[in-house]
């Protein structure tokens, strides 16, 4: 566009024609700002496997790179997916894509750096023992670092494996050890590690193998995720940065996280089939809540917070916005459900519930109905313990309450949901 002005410019000859002067020093000067704000956006760059790479639209699987933008504020962070299905840390490398992966790492880049799912492989070209794995990952950091960048280790996801009920620790599994062959590099290199390996297996473990198989992986295997899966994992990695903070390097993309909104899930009938958890997203991420009716059970609709009927489909898809949202999945013979605008008085529906400073340094809440299932989160959707004292009384400890709270109940009258922050 400068250029183009600048043409313009020559080729006037008559008098008057030095006004496109200052015009052309604006569009310059603006521009040089642009580019300014362009040169100092942080970059992300991503290598990793099938668990991490990018999709097409049409396509049901993702992978935490492609989600994980979302989780920081606009124009502050690029991030460059060059992850790819079926490689390890070593063929990822022997195929060539390091080579040009690495060409296009710059001063101050970050790398992203999480295999080992093909690492455990059986298929030759791919398998990686733990101590070849050691050798690669100390290349990607040591080679990275070289062109100025800041190399983070993260550790593989778990997979949805169990003995029984027990999950298994796939990637702590003798030989298989890829988790401490990781930690070594940290260890002996210092490098900013996101235990994405441990937190998932906690996460995993209370959501249970059929959730998981239902609603987080890929239907019918226990590798790849869909899009609620991919997004879970996306927000733990952005977890995981935040509690880099401190580090000089990663504590600029900390800086960068954008915020997160609570979307509350319920259903208006106990028991009546499994629903998606409720949880935090970024705005803009793309959203899907689903129901599985249990047998006999019969599933009308998807209502929202304001009482809107939605869709008649069990999975309802929706952009995140830049505010709390709740939805409601619809059951024959179940409650009705009535809307609370946010910092109304809970009194107004038929059970009124209360909260209160306990002497013993509770927070007690008591509803005139006996509460059927009850379930207290933070903002990020991990449970926070409580103890029942009896059917309408629950409580927790006050310091289990330093920060925002969601508190879902079940009673007679109906399931709801409510935002508490304790005011010292």
């Known amino acids: 566009m400068i250029i183009g002005i600048g043409d313009s410019k020559k080729k006037a000859g008559k008098p008057g024609s030095g006004i496109i002067v200052p015009v052309v020093a604006v569009v310059a000067f603006f521009t040089a700002i642009v580019w300014a704000a362009r040169s100092t956006a942080l970059r992300i760059v991503i290598i990793g496997d099938s668990t991490v790479q990018t999709y097409g639209a049409s396509d049901p699987l993702r992978g935490w790179g492609q989600e994980l933008p979302y989780f920081f504020n606009k124009n502050t962070v690029t991030v460059i997916n060059k992850s790819i299905g079926g490689r390890s840390s070593r063929s990822f490398i022997e195929d060539g894509h390091w080579a040009s992966t690495l060409s296009i790492l710059q001063k101050g880049d970050f790398l992203f750096i999480q295999f080992g799912h093909n690492d455990r492989s059986t298929v030759t070209e791919r398998h990686a023992d733990t101590a070849q794995y050691r050798k690669y990952l100390t290349q990607y950091v040591t080679e990275s670092r070289a062109k100025g960048a800041i190399p983070v280790l ?54 249970g193998q059929r959730y998981l198989a239902i609603f987080i992986f890929n239907p019918g295997e226990g590798t790849h995720f869909q899009e609620m899966g991919a997004l879970l994992n996306a927000r733990l990695v952005a977890e995981g940065i935040k509690e880099l903070e401190a580090d000089a390097g990663v504590g600029k993309l900390a800086a960068a996280l954008a915020p997160q909104y609570m979307v509350t899930i319920a259903s208006n009938k106990s028991g009546a089939g499994m629903i998606t958890e409720s949880g935090t997203y970024p705005q803009g991420a793309s959203l899907i809540v689903k129901t599985v009716p249990n047998t006999g059970e019969k599933f009308q609709h998807w209502q929202n917070g304001s009482g809107t009927s939605l869709t008649t489909d069990t999975s309802y898809h929706f952009t995140m916005g830049a505010a709390e949202a709740s939805y409601t999945a619809m059951y024959q013979s179940g409650t009705t459900m009535l809307s609370e605008d946010a910092g109304t008085a809970v009194s107004r529906r038929k059970c009124a519930v209360t909260f209160r400073r306990s002497t013993e340094g509770m927070i007690v809440v008591r509803s005139e109905e006996p509460i059927f299932s009850v379930r207290v989160c933070d903002i990020a959707g991990r449970n926070i313990p409580f103890k029942r004292l009896d059917d309408r009384r629950v409580a927790f400890t006050e310091k289990e309450i330093n920060g925002a709270r969601v508190i879902a109940i079940e009673t007679p009258s109906g399931s709801f949901t409510r935002r508490v922050r304790l005011v010292r």
């Open 154 to 207: 993260v550790s593989p996801m778990n997979m949805n494996a169990w003995n029984g009920t027990t999950l298994r620790e796939v990637f702590n599994e003798g030989v298989n050890d890829y988790h401490a062959a990781m930690l070594r590099v940290v260890n002996a290199s210092k490098v900013p590690f996101i235990d994405l390996e441990k937190k998932t297996a906690e996460i995993f473990r209370r959501l």
